[in-house]
T-cell receptor, first 114, second 116 residues
């Protein structure tokens, strides 16, 4: 059974700081890994999706890496801004035949102080 | 191009009542998945609908049921509401079929029923 862990649960940093959010998973046989952003009481917005054959993906100030063998992914945020304050969740997609299962971590709540 | 839309946004029910939540997928998507997210937790998979059939189901009781219509929209029904059913219910849409890879999900903003 896949387990996705995100530690710490919360993080507070000053504006402008570069930061790394960590995600670990127990089953390395993933199809892909996806990072989402969630604002309070809202839905999830996909930030980056890394296929199992890829090592990293970049979008603007965001860079996500994937190391399947060690069961780890990181989301790097450069030059953080107060608008980056949100909860960041990672999820893994595993497949068994025609069925697929998306497993989420509990998320990391980021607060960027002006 | 409209994204995933859910209705209603919020609602209040009492214990034992029934609730119906609605979802319209992103244009061009044919698959709808429903998730329950309790406060401070990651979303938990309820079930997935494709071609108007329930294709997969998570560890949720039969009180949770759903439906998909020919236009790919979907409903989630919860019967005999319990206090613990108070959570954010998220709908996600995707495209499935031969040759489709990645299964990137697009989420709606969610519906937050409060059970009193």
């Amino acid at each position: 059974k896949q387990e996705v862990t995100q530690i710490p649960a919360a993080l507070s940093v000053p504006e402008g700081e570069n930061l790394v959010l960590n995600c670990s998973f127990t089953d390395s046989a993933i199809y892909n890994l996806q990072w989402f952003r969630q604002d309070p009481g809202k839905g999830l917005t996909s930030l980056l999706l890394i296929q199992s054959s890829q090592r990293e993906q970049t979008s603007g100030r965001l860079n996500a890496s994937l190391d399947k063998s060690s069961g780890r992914s990181t989301l790097y945020i450069a030059a953080s801004q107060p608008g980056d304050s949100a909860t960041y969740l990672c999820s893994t997609l595993t497949r068994t035949g025609a069925n697929s299962k998306l497993t989420f971590g509990k998320g990391i709540t980021l607060s960027v102080r002006p | 191009d409209a994204g995933v839309t859910q209705s209603p946004t919020h609602l209040i029910k009492t214990r034992g009542q029934q609730v119906t939540l609605r979802c319209s997928p992103k244009s061009g998507h044919d698959t709808v998945s429903w998730y329950q997210q309790a406060l401070g937790q990651g979303p938990q998979f309820i079930f997935q609908y494709y071609e108007e059939e329930e294709r997969q189901r998570g560890n949720f009781p039969d009180r949770f049921s759903g439906h998909q219509f020919p236009n790919y929209s979907s409903e989630l029904n919860v019967n005999a509401l319990l206090l613990g059913d108070s959570a954010l219910y998220l709908c996600a849409s995707s495209l499935q079929g031969p040759g489709i890879v990645g299964e990137k999900l697009f989420f709606g903003s969610g519906t937050q029923p409060s059970v009193l």
